[in-house]
């Protein structure tokens, strides 16, 4: 199983990102896939999932703000973040579950910097 981010890098605050996640190894279309981050010395939490289906969870921390999107044809899963906070400043890492109460597997992070 690979999971490979892109696209983190260093943005003003209120600017917008796309990250990118490439998926192979595994039946991508039956797997809901998820954006994460970290800051060190947090805990990893939840950014926003998309179901095979389609179905879609958002931490209400981005709610209005990001978008999360897949390619099922491509193995791609994608987080358009818009007005950035510096807040949001932390390593993303892209996760694949086959289901929710599952740890999953993870990608090597992409880290993502929101200056003010």
């Known amino acids: 199983v690979q999971l490979q981010a892109s696209g983190g890098g260093l943005v003003q605050a209120g600017g917008s990102l796309r990250l990118s996640c490439a998926a192979s190894g595994f039946n991508f279309n039956t797997y809901i896939m998820g954006w994460y981050r970290q800051v060190p010395g947090n805990q990893r939490e939840l950014v926003a999932s998309i179901a095979s289906s389609g179905r879609v969870n958002y931490a209400d921390f981005v709610k209005g703000r990001f978008t999360v999107s897949r390619d099922n044809a491509k193995n791609t899963v994608d987080l358009q973040m818009g007005s950035l906070r510096p807040e949001d400043t932390a390593v993303y890492y892209c996760?694949?579950?086959?289901?929710?109460?599952?740890?999953?597997?993870w990608g090597q992070g992409t880290l993502v910097t929101v200056s003010s």
């Open positions: 996760n694949a579950k086959r289901f929710a109460h599952y740890t999953g597997y």
